[in-house]
């Protein structure tokens, strides 16, 4: 009896069913097993419970013998297709691993390959596709770690600072010692009209990028009309990444998630990217009632243990015409998939990404969620359609970013070295002459509402801003030339600037505060009264507009109850500060070292976003 | 699309060229009347400061950064370097330009009938107020702009609901606050409005306000979605303008010691001794009745501005456009209460001519009757000439009955003769001479001087010192004769101690240089 009968007798599964995977099968290649297991038919609980009914018995097999000789004539990629793997000889057979073992080819494929009859052991596909790729992945894990410093040395965060960029750093700082010693009153007068003056351009240029951004807000890249004339037949195959750490509290969440999106199942090709220690998610995913709708792949061991290189080694198990990446919380539109489709075919060939906007779902659970729901409003909603409009670099969002396949692999994929490999791609993507659109949809994450996970995050997101300035600005006139002289600017006041107001903020305020409470005569001998007087309208008026600019993009969102929390900006500003020091510091000490965020600990239930 | 582009650019090329000739009539017209000797107050005011900065020597700080209003005072900057005196006619010249450019473009992308455009150009050619914003000098062109825009944004939020729009308003309020500090009772006006903008907002099925009020506010849900809402509109739209506001008392505490003294200090803006003098002339006639009152001040506006009714008759059924109008009226029957010891000057009048042509810019497309409609609208901005001749002849301020007199009888104005006279004077004095004056009333006569560097004035530190004992610092004092009427706003008047004890142990010898009627300029020995 085989596989797909013993379910059916068990009413495990239809015999519609399984012409619908027999078919799916000979269209797609994928094995019968991986389809049923991963496509939403069968739950693997259920699998296991079939076969152990029918006297079958699956093994643990991760301590399993293994003869590098036998695994090196085998493909991963086809062991992982039929979820099935030769370990070694013995006894003259094939002792081979398989979650399906009535799979004929893969059985065929033994005896073509070895000469032998296998035996076969009954295993998890999940210890297969775990053992697998360890055993076998070593080849894609370091394509994935070194691909891009082959292909590219200059563009990849492998070295942090070249030489030419510590004799400046140092030069500069030297500089300004001498200056100290020299004229003190005289070096700090420059030193703090130039910080102030740069912190309200900065400002200033930010509130013109919201307002322009702001003058586009009802534009629809992509209206219901035209995602309604969308034809599921004419859809391609879409690649979803879910790179994931220890995120098991998540897993029903986010197959619901998932199968919220309206997109054909079929044509869904979505991998849940699962690092080789991380048997917290493993055994979540084994322990599910339900279906799964998703495919696991390990990501071997291999440093730097980040986002982007299990990104990137999940891009050699892909499918897909189009590629996007989710994190495990989130909540996308459920249109966003056939929007981005629709809006790929209506721009120009050169535009290669599409970035949605992020928002939250847990907005109101405390003082961090709220501010994190203005700073996000304010970023997707106005300033990246303001750099769009301009045509200027856009640091592209952590998730659901939407790119063409072909062209991601012609870019080299993400730099693993970089903590923040999306805002990095971005700017990679426009030198090389490609363009990323904004789209009219929304994936709504789980804002972090504890401080020290908040700042832990906030911290590998400003250093990766760091990262990638540094890596971007080793030449800065090569730079410039690639994306023109709006895009320099764009992208020194964004990617650049940023962390530097993060790291003077405070120490503005500390002064700004100290002359106002205690009048510090000793401040006022530093500084002129012109001086002050400068100091105090940039810092004041720097404030206020970016309060403003945060309060018109919760207007814009009509969350309306949020408005006065922008107001407590600059109180959530000291906590960016706090978060860029550490960053800083870290750039120096461990600049690849990845500060994980957990997720799952919001109380608020997440709900399907309705479709805008 | 060639052929609309084509024709797109030829109308605004031709917009563009019919604002030059406006600003060269507005120019030749504002120089022309200089030179006929019309200066006024503001002007004054403006000169003076502007050359402060860039000719006086001392601590120009607080003149740089508290003078008040603040944007029409930077205004003049770039057009010293033409002629100090002239600046502010060459600013308010070009700034009305400009105003006509504004509200031109608006109403060639709303309609494409050119007799529109029309009226719109004989308007800012003929009516007397509108004359008077661009040749007198003074800051009105700057809030009629701002104001302009204020509202234009606001009923550009009505049709498209955009942050954008409302955004825009506010940084305009924010900057129309610059122009004239008073604008900020606006925000109280607002709220009515914003609570209706809110109410309709609501989705309920309910049409009626009464009705959709009533529901929301017996339901806690909506109650909430009201209440947030309206707040939320009026903090996005008047944040911004209270912020800046508090931010500048912030500034002006900190470097003058006083929040208020960009409103306050005759040293920072000219209109506080100006408005309480012209009140005060005025009142002080046994005869005198003042045609400000409560209530029939509106009636005023509309007397002013009959096009204001024909504006609300076309917004009728419009309840947010209808409130937007009545809160110019609201706000200056406040202003009336709230600064009882002022006169409403032009400025007020004129943004309700503002007003109602940015509601014909809106709404002249959709109307019906057509010719009738033009007829009408001829006939009333006709009728507005004389009313508004009427108003600025009949005006309570001298400064704007002086300049609609030149303006009709071609006379030289001999308002400033005194000021000049004493001014020549100085300026004829030895090299090196110094003369102590106080310009919180002696502007004028600093303005008309050669040299600001040889007048010793409160901005720079050793003034105080120089009042004290003259005589280490000065060879002359200019001080504020008795007959002046605004002697009692400045320490050197006839009750300063040098003048009233002319020998004593720490002061020197006075004797007369040069009288005028209100002016005696003192020689120390």
């Known amino acids: ?612 | 699309m060639n052929w609309k582009f084509k024709i797109n650019i030829t109308r605004r090329q031709t917009l563009l060229f019919i604002t030059i000739l406006i600003a060269i009539y507005y120019l030749v017209c504002g120089i022309y009347i200089n030179n006929l000797g019309y200066f006024n107050q503001e002007t004054l005011f403006y000169i003076e400061k502007v050359r402060i900065i860039f000719e006086g020597t001392g601590y120009k700080l607080k003149v740089i950064g508290l003078t008040a209003p603040a944007l029409p005072f930077f205004a003049t900057f770039p057009f010293t370097v033409i002629s100090s005196l002239l600046a502010p006619v060459i600013a308010s010249a070009l700034g009305t330009a400009v105003l006509f450019y504004l509200m031109a473009s608006t109403l060639v992308k709303k309609t494409d009938d050119d007799y529109y455009l029309f009226l719109l150009i004989i308007m800012f050619l003929f009516h007397p107020g509108i004359l008077y914003t661009a040749c007198s000098g003074k800051a009105i062109y700057m809030a009629l702009i701002f104001f302009y825009m204020f509202f234009l944004n606001i009923f550009k939020f009505y049709t498209s609901n955009t942050t954008f729009h409302i955004s825009i308003a506010s940084i305009c309020l924010v900057l129309l606050l610059f122009c004239d500090y008073k604008f900020i009772w606006l925000t109280l006006f607002f709220i009515p409005l914003i609570f209706s903008i809110a109410l309709q907002s609501l989705n309920l099925a309910e049409k009626e306000s009464l009705f959709r009020m009533t529901q929301s506010f017996n339901s806690p849900s909506l109650r909430r979605k009201l209440i947030n809402k309206t707040f939320a509109l009026y903090v996005i739209l008047f944040i911004l303008p209270i912020a800046s506001i508090i931010c500048y008392k912030l500034l002006n505490l900190t470097n003058a010691n006083d929040a208020d003294y960009f409103l306050s200090s005759p040293y920072a803006t000219w209109n506080v001794i100006a408005e309480r003098f012209s009140y005060e002339t005025a009142a002080l006639n046994p005869d005198f009745k003042s045609p400000e009152v409560s209530v029939l001040l509106s009636a005023r506006m509309v007397m002013f501005c009959p096009l204001i009714l024909f504006a609300i008759a076309l917004f009728w059924r419009s309840t947010y456009q209808i409130l937007t109008l009545l809160t110019p009226f609201a706000f200056v029957e406040f202003l009336h209460i709230k600064y009882d010891k002022a006169f409403l000057v032009q400025e007020y009048y004129l943004i309700f001519l503002v007003l109602a042509v940015l509601c014909f810019i809106i709404k002249a497309q959709p109307v019906k009757h057509r010719l009738l409609f033009k007829v009408v609208l001829t006939f009333i901005i006709l009728l507005q000439f004389y009313t508004g001749y009427y108003f600025l002849s009949n005006s309570l301020i001298d400064d704007e009955r002086n300049f609609v007199t030149i303006l009709k009888d071609r006379t030289e104005d001999t308002q400033q003769d005194e000021n000049k006279d004493m001014a020549n004077y100085i300026n004829g004095l030895p090299d090196g001479s110094k003369v102590l004056a106080d310009d919180a009333i002696a502007y004028p006569i600093v303005a008309f001087t050669n040299d600001v560097g040889n007048m010793l004035l409160p901005y720079q530190d050793n003034f105080m010192g120089a009042v004290e004992t003259p005589g280490q610092y000065v060879g002359y004092i200019l001080i504020a004769n008795a007959k002046n009427t605004m002697a009692g706003y400045s320490i050197l008047n006839a009750r300063y101690g040098p003048v009233m004890f002319q020998t004593g142990n720490n002061y020197s010898t006075l004797q007369k240089a040069y009288e005028t009627d209100h002016w005696t300029l003192y020689k120390l020995y």
């Open chain 1, 1 to 612: 009896m085989t596989i797909p009968e013993i379910l059916i007798k068990d009413g495990f599964l239809t015999e519609a069913d399984q012409d619908k995977i027999s078919n799916f099968s000979e269209r797609s290649g994928l094995s019968f097993i991986k389809i049923l297991l991963n496509f939403g038919y069968l739950s693997r609980k259920n699998y296991e419970r079939s076969l152990s009914n029918a006297g079958m018995v699956f093994k643990q097999i991760r301590e399993e013998d293994y003869d590098l000789d036998v695994l090196a004539k085998t493909e991963l990629k086809f062991a992982d297709a039929h979820l099935a793997l030769p370990l070694r000889i013995e006894n003259n057979k094939v002792v081979t691993l398989m979650a399906n073992p009535s799979d004929e080819l893969f059985i065929d494929y033994i005896r073509f390959t070895y000469d032998l009859e296998p035996e076969i052991i009954l295993a998890s596909d999940l210890d297969i596709t775990w053992l697998s790729h360890v055993l076998l992945g070593q080849k894609y894990v370091k394509s994935a770690v070194f691909e891009l410093l082959n292909r590219d040395p200059e563009s990849s965060a492998l070295t942090t600072f070249t030489t030419p960029q510590l004799i400046f750093t140092f030069g500069m700082f030297a500089l300004v010692v001498m200056g100290l010693m020299l004229s003190f009153v005289n070096t700090t007068i420059i030193i703090n009209v130039l910080l102030s003056s740069f912190f309200l351009v900065s400002i200033i240029f930010k509130l013109f990028l919201a307002l322009v951004g702001s003058r586009f807000e009802l534009h629809q890249a992509v209206t219901r009309e035209e995602v309604r004339q969308v034809k599921d037949d004419d859809l391609p195959i879409y690649t979803i990444h879910l790179p994931v750490y220890k995120e098991d509290k998540l897993i029903k969440k986010l197959i619901w998630n998932l199968q919220s999106l309206d997109y054909p199942r079929e044509k869904l090709d979505i991998k849940l990217l699962i690092e080789e220690d991380d048997d917290k998610t493993l055994n979540a995913v084994r322990n599910l009632d339900f279906p799964a709708v998703f495919e696991v792949i390990v990501v071997p061991f291999h440093m730097p243990k980040t986002k982007p290189k299990a990104c990137n080694y999940g891009l050699h198990f892909s499918r897909g015409e189009f590629l996007t990446i989710y994190d495990a919380e989130d909540v996308p539109d459920t249109d966003q998939l056939k929007k981005c489709v629709s809006l790929f075919g209506k721009l120009p060939n050169n535009y290669v990404c599409i970035q949605c906007a992020l928002n939250y779902f847990n907005r109101s659970e405390n003082f961090l969620t709220r501010m994190f729901t203005l700073e996000y409003s304010y970023w997707f909603d106005y300033m990246l359609p303001g750099l769009d409009t301009f045509d200027i670099p856009i640091p592209l969002g952590g998730t659901s970013n939407h790119f063409k396949f072909e062209f991601l692999i012609e870019l080299g994929g993400w730099d693993p070295f970089n903590v923040t490999e999306d805002a990095d791609l971005g700017v990679r993507a426009y030198a090389k002459g490609y363009k990323v659109a904004i789209i009219n949809s929304t994936t709504y994450e789980e804002a972090n509402n504890e401080m020290f996970n908040w700042v832990r995050q906030r911290s590998r997101w400003i250093k990766g801003y760091m990262q990638t300035h540094l890596v971007h600005m080793r030449n800065p006139v090569k730079l410039w030339k690639k994306i023109g002289w709006k895009g320099f600017l764009g992208f020194n006041f964004f990617i650049g600037a940023t962390p530097v107001t993060f790291l003077v903020y405070p120490l503005l305020l500390g002064i700004f505060l100290c002359y106002l409470v205690f009048d510090l005569t000793s401040i006022r001998s530093f500084f002129p009264d012109w001086v002050l007087f400068m100091s105090i309208i940039n810092l004041m008026v720097g404030n206020i507009l970016m309060i403003y600019v945060n309060m018109m993009a919760v207007f814009k969102r009509r969350y309306y109850e949020l408005i006065l929390f922008a107001i407590a900006n600059p109180v959530y500003w000291l906590l960016h500060s706090w978060a860029a020091y550490k960053g800083l510091y870290q750039l120096v000490v461990k600049p690849f070292y990845w500060e994980k965020t957990n997720h799952g600990l919001s109380k608020v239930n997440n709900q399907a976003a309705p479709v805008e």
